[in-house]
C-alpha cells in the first residue's frame, strides 16, 4: 500500500522517524490525554504554552506522541525518545509546532487537500 500524503484539511502533517514517513493528527481523545499529561485546564491554555514558547522537550514528545496516536500509529512499537527523527530537535520542534496550528485552524486558501477531507 502506498504511502499517503499529509492533508493540511485534516490537520495532518509528517514527520520522519528512523526513515519512515509517519502522518500525525491530534484527535480530540489524544488532545485531552495531552491536556492532562502536560497539566492544562484548557486547550487555549495548551496552545498558548507553546505559542509563547514555554515549551520543553518534554512537552514536544508528548505532543508528537499525541498526534502519533492520532495517526493511527502503534505507540509501543515506537519509543520515539529514542527514535532517529529526521531534521533532530529542531524539527521535531517545528513539526510539533505546525502539528497544533493545523489542528486549530484552516489552510490557506492556496493549499488544496490531496485526499478526500472525509477520510
Not at 12 to 35: D, I, K, M, Q
Not at 37 to 42: K, S, V
Not at 48 to 54: D, L, P, S, Y
Amino acid at each position: 500500500m502506498a504511502a499517503r500524503t499529509e492533508n493540511p484539511w485534516r490537520g495532518e502533517v509528517t514527520l520522519t522517524v528512523n526513515g519512515r514517513p509517519l502522518l500525525l493528527r491530534l484527535s480530540l481523545g489524544a488532545l485531552a490525554r495531552l491536556e492532562s499529561q502536560l497539566r492544562e485546564d484548557t486547550l487555549v491554555a495548551l496552545v498558548q504554552r507553546f505559542e509563547t514558547g514555554r515549551f520543553s522537550a518534554t512537552d514536544i514528545l508528548a505532543l508528537l506522541t499525541a498526534g502519533l496516536e492520532g495517526g493511527g500509529h502503534d505507540l509501543e512499537n515506537l519509543d520515539l525518545g529514542k527514535a532517529e527523527i529526521a531534521g533532530g530537535a529542531v524539527e521535531a520542534a517545528r513539526v510539533a509546532a505546525q502539528l497544533l496550528a493545523r489542528s486549530f485552524s484552516l489552510p490557506t486558501a492556496t493549499s488544496q487537500p490531496t485526499t478526500s477531507a472525509c477520510e
